[in-house]
Antibody, heavy 120, light 108 residues
Framework: QVQLQESGPGLVKPSETLSLTCAVS????????WSWIRQPPGKGLEWIGY???????NYHPSLKSRVTISEDTSKNQFSLSLKSVTAADTAVYYC??????????????WGQGTLVTVSS | SSDLTQDPAVSVALGQKVRITCQGD??????ASWYQQKPGQAPLLVIY???NRPSGIPDRFSGSNSGNTASLTITGAQAEDEADYYC???????????FGGGTKLTVL
């Protein structure tokens, strides 16, 4: 059974950098694609980006200038860094596995999510 | 449009059939997947690859695609199906992913 677990600070000050880690068990991050998705309180889901099995990355156009997703294959985990945060970045952040097969794709396993609040 | 559009809210009587739709140009090229989210929980994949259910998802859930519209159908809605439902697909360029705005399903 694939399991994902997010970890990181729950409170970040405006203009600082949000950093989260997703620990993966039951699967290798050297296979498939691994994504971050967020959900502001009371709102919908927003895809942030992914890191692939080969280490390549792909980010949402609106966040591209502030986002970095990296990996640590020795620990089987991947990380999110979002710089220059504002209150608009307050959200529950989820990590998830992204499967891509031709024209079909889906996020089949998700972490439980972690709330990050941006406030001074 | 590059967006995925869903009705904000839909209601269904207990035991009846309900369809939740998702419209977007990208659905002409890419299949939608569907997620159920209950309060305080992570989203749960319920339909993938047009009309496949992950293990453990009841067979009352089904999916379909036609043109720029994807649909999630629940045949015989149960009280536990009350939740928010999100569709997801790729952008037309195939390089990014987007979610619909979500549909809040109420089971009466």
């Amino acid at each position: 059974q694939v399991q994902l677990q997010e970890s990181g600070p729950g409170l970040v000050k405006p203009s600082e950098t949000l950093s989260l880690t997703c620990a993966v068990s039951g699967a290798s991050i050297s296979s498939d694609y691994w994504s971050w998705i967020r959900q502001p309180p009371g709102k919908g889901l927003e895809w942030i980006g992914y890191i692939s099995y080969s280490g390549s990355t792909n980010y949402h156009p609106s966040l591209k200038s502030r986002v970095t997703i990296s990996e640590d294959t020795s620990k089987n985990q991947f990380s999110l860094s979002l710089k220059s945060v504002t209150a608009a970045d307050t959200a529950v952040y989820y990590c998830a596995r992204l499967r891509i097969v031709g024209p079909t794709s889906d996020f089949d396993y998700w972490g439980q999510g972690t709330l990050v609040t941006v406030s001074s | 449009s590059s967006d995925l559009t869903q009705d904000p809210a839909v209601s269904v009587a207990l035991g009846q059939k309900v369809r939740i739709t998702c419209q977007g140009d990208s659905l002409r090229s890419y299949y939608a997947s569907w997620y159920q989210q209950k309060p305080g929980q992570a989203p749960l994949l319920v339909i993938y690859d047009k009309n496949n259910r992950p293990s453990g998802i009841p067979d009352r859930f089904s999916g379909s695609n036609s043109g720029n519209t994807a649909s999630l159908t629940i045949t015989g809605a149960q009280a536990e199906d009350e939740a928010d439902y999100y569709c997801n697909s790729r952008y037309n360029n195939g390089n990014h992913w987007l979610f619909g705005g979500g549909t809040k399903l109420t089971v009466l």
